[in-house]
């Protein structure tokens, strides 16, 4: 019998994918940088998403110069934009603002938090920065569902690292068995609720086919399967 539910965050509760694009778009509005119209739009999506990539992987990995997430976005317009460098910071500080106060959740979010809620302690697990996760939390009114909530770069380690979850069994005061995680990335969430001898229900948003060597405790398509599950 379970006693708490963690979840992971981006892409499992909130839609990181919308928020990000609702985000650039009101940027984009906010600099009045297309006259043009759709076609210089996804242009300019398909170029910065690609750069934005590669420096947030090099900021994650600590494998580049970045040393926080604003290096990351002036490194993303720069690179897709080349503009003055003055130019680039405007646009990063408005899309960051704009991303920390948008909060769209995965369908059905909301509904199995509330009935979660009055049978299970509730945590997260993010690999993300601290300042956006409580921020769309909270935006969303679901921060204070949550008795623990662990975010990598504030705790300087993340998925797939059983420290990670470590630190979130010690604040629900709460051993490995008597927890379930979900999550949609087999990379990071799979491996880690693995490493930490933690059941994990996947949370198969885009329908991928698994190999063998996968075996989640539980699947899930949509959210609102979990209740049946547990």
């Known amino acids: ?11 499992t509760l909130l839609n990181y994918s919308l928020s990000e694009l609702d ?7 906010d600099h009045q940088l ?6 210089e739009w996804g242009a300019f999506w398909a170029t910065y998403t690609k750069h934005n990539f590669r420096h947030w992987m090099d900021f994650v990995n600590k494998t580049g110069s970045h040393q926080s997430i604003e290096d990351v ?24 603002n704009h991303f920390c106060n948008t909060c769209y959740f995965e369908g059905g979010a909301e ?3 509330h009935v979660l809620k009055s049978q ?22 679901v921060r204070d569902m949550f008795e623990s909530v662990i975010v990598s770069d504030e705790v300087g380690v993340k998925k797939p690292r059983k420290e990670i979850f470590e630190l979130s069994l010690n604040e629900l005061k709460l051993s490995n068995h008597e927890v379930l995680f979900i999550g949609d990335s087999l990379s990071d969430d799979y491996h880690g609720a693995k490493n930490a001898g933690i059941d994990f229900c996947f949370y198969n948003r885009d329908d991928i086919q698994m190999t063998s060597a996968y075996q989640p405790k539980y699947v899930v398509n949509e959210l609102q399967e979990l209740l049946k599950v547990i």
């Open 1 to 11: 019998m379970y006693k708490a539910i963690i979840f992971d965050l981006d892409n």
């Open 23 to 29: 985000s650039m778009k009101r940027t984009v509005r």
């Open 34 to 39: 297309f006259a043009g119209g759709d076609m």
């Open 73 to 96: 976005l002036i490194s993303s317009f720069r690179d897709t934009l080349n503009m003055n460098p003055s130019q680039h910071e405007m646009l990063s500080y408005t899309y960051w």
């Open 111 to 113: 509904e199995v938090l």
């Open 120 to 141: 299970y302690k509730l945590g997260i697990i993010s690999n993300g920065i601290g300042d956006a996760q409580r921020k769309r939390l909270t935006v969303g009114n």
